[in-house]
């Protein structure tokens, strides 16, 4: 899958158009552009997914730092097996499941171990650190079976290669 440099800023605008936490599903078309967005207003560190998606996103909206995906965005990947993206304040996070793990499903299932790793997962993307982002995701592809890939916003294009 891939998405042309048109798809980028035209999600790079949406996500500066709303102080909120907004989310909703894209559709893609061949050439990488979009053929349907959906958007869902969230209050400020929520929002709702709709349940049919090809890839679905939300938004980080207002982060100084790097906002990787929180590890409660990651395990929504157990429940719906798509393309995930979260658009941050530094460029695009896409992230799919490739095996389910035992930790996962024990995320899954608790939220207090879900918050717990959180704090893990915070503590390694420490300010603008590329070294942190990329430990983070070395994490999260051991630990929860999760492949995650990283564009800055200054990206011609974006190749979604699982
Ligand atoms: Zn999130």
């Not at 157990?78 to 024990?106: D, F, N």
Request: aromatic share 8%.
């Amino acid at each position: 899958m891939y998405m042309h440099r048109e798809t980028i800023e035209r999600l790079k605008k949406i996500r500066q158009s709303y102080k909120n936490e907004i989310a909703g599903n894209i559709i893609l078309n061949k050439k990488g552009l979009i053929d349907k967005i959906s958007v869902n207003v969230g209050k400020q560190h929520s929002s709702t997914l709709e349940n049919t998606c090809i890839i679905c996103y939300h938004t980080h909206p207002d982060h100084v730092f790097s906002s990787p995906p929180s590890s409660t965005d990651l395990i929504q990947s157990y429940k719906k097996k798509t393309i995930h993206v979260v658009l941050a304040r530094e460029g695009i996070y896409v992230y799919k499941l490739m095996r389910e793990t035992p930790k996962g499903k024990e995320l899954l299932k608790n939220k207090n171990k879900c918050d717990m790793f959180n704090d893990t997962l915070r503590n390694i993307v420490v300010g603008d650190s590329k070294e942190g982002v990329k430990k983070y995701m070395k994490t999260v592809y051991d630990s929860l079976g999760i492949k995650i890939l990283y564009f800055p916003w200054s990206n011609n294009e974006i190749m979604l290669n699982f």
